[in-house]
C-alpha cells in the first residue's frame, strides 16, 4: 500500500469522520465473510484496514503526512544531511572538528539507525477495527467473534447496553513489536445495525405496536416484544393511534448508574385486511345517528 489515503479513496484535507466513514463502506463491502475464498478481494480488505488503522489515530497520521513513517506505519530512515566544500588540488573534504572524516565513517554512521530497526522494547501499534452487532446483541450484551485482517479471529465481549461508536480495548491484541516489546492494544469500535422492531432513544427504547379495532375500543391484555423478552400489557379501553404507553424499567441499562430506562409502546390500530362488509354496514349505520368530527378548529 502505497498511499493510504487513495486506499480509503479521501482526500488529505479529510476529516477524521470523512475517514471513518470511508473505511466503513469499504470493510462492509469487502469483508472476508462476505467473498469466502477470494484471495484479491482479502487482500484489499487488509489493506483498507491498515490504511485506517494508520489515518484513524491522529498523532500517526500527522508523522505519516510529515513523511516520518511509511504507509505501514514503520519508520524512515534517518536522513542527515552534510556539507563539502571544494579543497586544495580541487579534492574534497568534510568539514569537521579538528581534523579530517573518513568517508566510510560517514556512511556507516549515516545509515546505522536503518540497520539498527526501530527499538528493541518499542510497543506495537494499536490497530482500529469496526465490528456490528445486532440491536438486541448491544442491548442486552454478547460475545462476537470478528475475523482480523491478518487472519487472526477475536471472541468479543459487548457489554450490555454498549452504544453506536463506542470502543472496546483488547490489550495486546494489537500490532506486534519488532523486538522484546509488549504488543500493541486492539479497539473494537461497535456499530450497530436498524432493528425492524426497536429503536433507541439513549436509555429508553421504542417501539410500535399493531391493535385491532376491538382491542382499541374495548380494552386488552396483550403480549409486547421488549429486548428482554415478551411482556403482558394492558390495553386501556378507547385507546387510539399514536397513543403511548410506558413500560417502566425495560429498556437499557445505563452503564454508569445501573439503572434501566423504560419502553415506549406507541398503539397503531389496525382495521381488517381485507375490510369486512358487516363492520363497513354497522359504522355506515352508526355514524348517520352518531356524527362528530375529529379535525374540528380549536
Sequence with gaps: MSDPYKMLGVGRDASQDDIKKAYRKLAKALHPDLHPGDQKVENK??????????????????????????????????????????????????????GGLNIDDLFSDLFAGAARGPRRNARGQDATYT?????????????????????????????????????????????????????????IEVAIEADSDFRRDGVNVEVALPISLPEAMLGAKVEVPTVHGPVTMTIPEGSNSGDRLRLKGRGIRDAKSKVRGDQYVELKVMLPDPPDPALTEMVEGWAKAHPYSVRASK
Aim: hydrophobic residues 30%; charged residues 25%.
Design 45 to 98: 480488505f487488509k489493506e483498507a484496514s491498515a490504511a485506517y488503522t494508520l489515518l484513524s489515530d491522529p498523532d500517526t497520521r500527522a508523522r505519516f503526512d510529515r513523511g516520518e513513517i511509511d504507509a505501514s506505519g514503520q519508520e524512515r530512515p534517518d536522513q542527515r544531511f552534510y556539507r563539502s566544500h571544494a579543497g586544495a588540488g580541487g579534492g574534497t573534504h568534510q568539514r569537521g572538528f579538528g
Design 131 to 187: 465490528l456490528r452487532v445486532g440491536f438486541l446483541d448491544a442491548a442486552c450484551g454478547a460475545t462476537k467473534r470478528m475475523t482480523l485482517p491478518d487472519g487472526r479471529t477475536l471472541d468479543v465481549t459487548i457489554p450490555e447496553g454498549i452504544a453506536e461508536g463506542q470502543k472496546i480495548r483488547l490489550k495486546g491484541q494489537g500490532g506486534s513489536a519488532g523486538g522484546a516489546g509488549p504488543a500493541g492494544d486492539a479497539f
